[in-house]
C-alpha cells in the first residue's frame, strides 16, 4: 500500500512517500530519505532499520536492550551502542505507527513514525 510518511522527533517534523506491508506481527515500511533507499521492519516487539545509498546504517532495537547501530558515510565507517528505552508500534486498515525512545552518542532520542495509507 502507498502511504505518507511523517517522521517527528526533536528536532522537528519531515514527510516522505513510501510503501506499507502490514504482515501478521508487524510490518515493513520501505521509504526513501535524501535519496537513499531505507526500511523499518517492526516484528513483534523488534524493530530493524536500514539504510542504503549515500549513507549506509543498520540498527535494531529491542526495549529494555542495547544493541549496535553499524553506519558507512563515504570513507568513515563505524558502530556505536544504542539502548531503547521504550518502544511501541501499530498497525491497521489506516496506517502504521511506530513510537521509540532511544539513546545513542550520549543523547536521547524520542522519534514517532507515522505511515498513512493514500
Do not use: H, W
Request: glycine share 8%.
Amino acid at each position: 500500500m502507498n502511504c505518507r510518511v511523517i517522521f517527528r522527533g526533536q528536532t522537528g517534523e519531515f514527510f516522505s512517500k513510501g510503501e506499507l506491508l502490514p504482515y501478521l506481527n508487524g510490518f515493513l515500511l520501505k521509504y526513501t530519505l535524501d535519496g537513499d533507499r531505507c526500511e523499518l521492519c517492526v516484528e513483534g516487539k523488534t524493530v530493524r532499520q536500514t539504510r542504503e545509498g549515500s549513507v549506509n546504517i543498520q540498527m535494531s532495537f529491542k526495549q529494555s536492550e542495547q544493541s549496535l547501530c553499524y553506519i558507512r558515510d563515504g570513507e568513515l565507517s563505524g558502530c556505536f551502542p544504542v539502548f531503547t528505552y521504550l518502544l511501541s508500534s501499530s498497525v491497521n486498515e489506516e496506517g502504521a505507527k511506530l513510537n521509540l525512545e532511544y539513546e545513542c552518542a550520549d543523547e536521547k532520542i524520542t522519534l514517532e513514525v507515522i505511515a498513512e495509507v493514500l
